[in-house]
Nanobody, 116 residues
Framework: EHVVESGGGLVQPGGSLRLSCAAS????????VGWFRQAPGKEREGVSC????????YYADSVKGRFTISRDIAKNTVSLQMNSLKPEDTAVYYC??????????WGQGTQVTVSS
């Protein structure tokens, strides 16, 4: 059982990327799935999360209005649509799935680089 991120890459400022977090061996039904990021020399920070038990979402102030988190039940994935990207969004992005009395999963991370 694990989660795997995909969709990172190099994009110019103002561009868009879509990250996906796929669950393998379990479903996201009772999990809160979050996206975190860590830039060089900085601490890991929360970006967005989705509570699949009630549909509630959370966004860090720095990404509100630009990023959207969503779930595809059929594909068993949680995606992060990132628009209007800025150089300060450059980081390794990690997916995390956690729930009450459930295992805690971290992905291996995917690099997002915003540069001209």
């Amino acid at each position: 059982e694990h989660v795997v991120e995909s969709g990172g890459g190099l994009v110019q400022p103002g561009g868009s990327l879509r990250l996906s977090c796929a669950a393998s061996g379990f479903t996201f039904d009772h999990y809160t799935v979050g996206w975190f990021r860590q830039a060089p020399g900085k601490e890991r920070e929360g970006v967005s999360c989705l509570d699949n038990s009630n549909g509630n979402t959370y966004y860090a102030d720095s990404v509100k209005g630009r990023f959207t988190i969503s779930r595809d039940i059929a594909k068993n994935t949680v995606s992060l649509q990132m628009n209007s990207l800025k150089p300060e969004d450059t980081a390794v992005y990690y997916c995390n799935a956690r729930g009450w009395r459930l295992p805690n999963y971290w992905g291996q991370g995917t690099q997002v680089t915003v540069s001209s």
